[in-house]
């Protein structure tokens, strides 16, 4: 089992849909949880923490599942400006950050 | 600066030559992580710093590749003889504290091997 594990996709939607990724880990252990958002031949830049009770920031959600170690993202109402790839990072140990490869997401007019 | 700086932001190579990456963190940031990213792959976990802690090597490929970092300050990532599947974009990233805090990365170099 991979430490990080995302479906590639892509994911393809209409404007206004709503979508959801999800990110399996395999260290029970992991105590911190991201999700960043990385454009065509650009740098990957911080979407959003992870919380343990779950966390939304305007039209994004994220969740964690200790009990079957996964995070999810849910994006609501989705915008053409949401398409992009999205990772999942977890920490494997104190200075290992693990990136999952990532889900691409097209978001279609 | 603002943001995690990288030079150069493209290097064309020769096979078997040397070449030098160059990361200027986020002033303060104790934490420094050197990824690589091959076309349209994730990103791979090369070496890591944190303050004058010794580095964390485990992610690096080969001997051909070595990094420095002085105290807090800038990094050079070092690959010697460089070989076509060293071609990538490497990344680097730093981070107030290891671990539990987000990444800033900077634009990346993007290093093609011909």
């Known amino acids: 089992r991979k430490e990080v594990e995302q479906d590639p996709g892509p994911f393809n939607v209409p404007e206004g849909a709503t979508v959801a990724f999800n990110c399996t880990y395999s260290?029970?252990?992991?105590?911190?949880f991201f999700w960043y958002r990385q454009d065509c031949r650009k740098e990957p830049k911080l979407l959003m923490s992870?919380?343990?009770s779950g966390n939304e920031d305007g039209r994004f959600t994220a969740q964690l599942n200790r009990a079957s170690q996964y995070i999810s993202l849910l994006i609501r109402d989705s915008k053409l400006s949401d398409s992009a790839t999205y990772l999942c990072?977890?920490?494997?140990?104190?200075?290992?950050?693990?990136f999952g490869a990532g889900t691409r997401l097209t978001v279609k007019p | 600066g603002a943001g995690v700086s990288q030079s150069p932001s493209n290097k064309v190579t020769e096979k078997g030559k040397d070449v030098e990456l160059r990361c200027d963190p986020i002033?303060?940031?104790?934490?420094l992580y050197w990824y690589r990213q091959r076309l349209g792959q994730g990103l791979e976990f090369l070496i890591y710093?944190?303050?004058?802690?010794?580095?964390?090597k485990s992610g690096l490929p080969s001997d051909r590749f070595s990094a420095e970092r002085t105290g807090e300050s800038v990094s050079t990532l070092t690959i010697q003889r460089t070989q076509q599947e060293d071609s990538a974009v490497y990344l680097c990233?730093?981070?107030?504290?290891?671990?539990?805090?987000?990444?800033?990365f900077g634009s990346g170099t993007r290093l093609t091997v011909v």
């Open positions: 992870v919380y343990s």
């Open positions: 990233a730093s981070s107030l504290a290891p671990g539990g805090y987000g990444y800033t």
């Open positions: 710093f944190q303050g004058n802690s010794a580095p964390d």
């Open positions: 002033s303060g940031h104790t934490a």
């Open positions: 260290n029970s252990a992991s105590q911190s």
């Open positions: 990072v977890v920490n494997m140990g104190p200075n290992d950050m693990r």
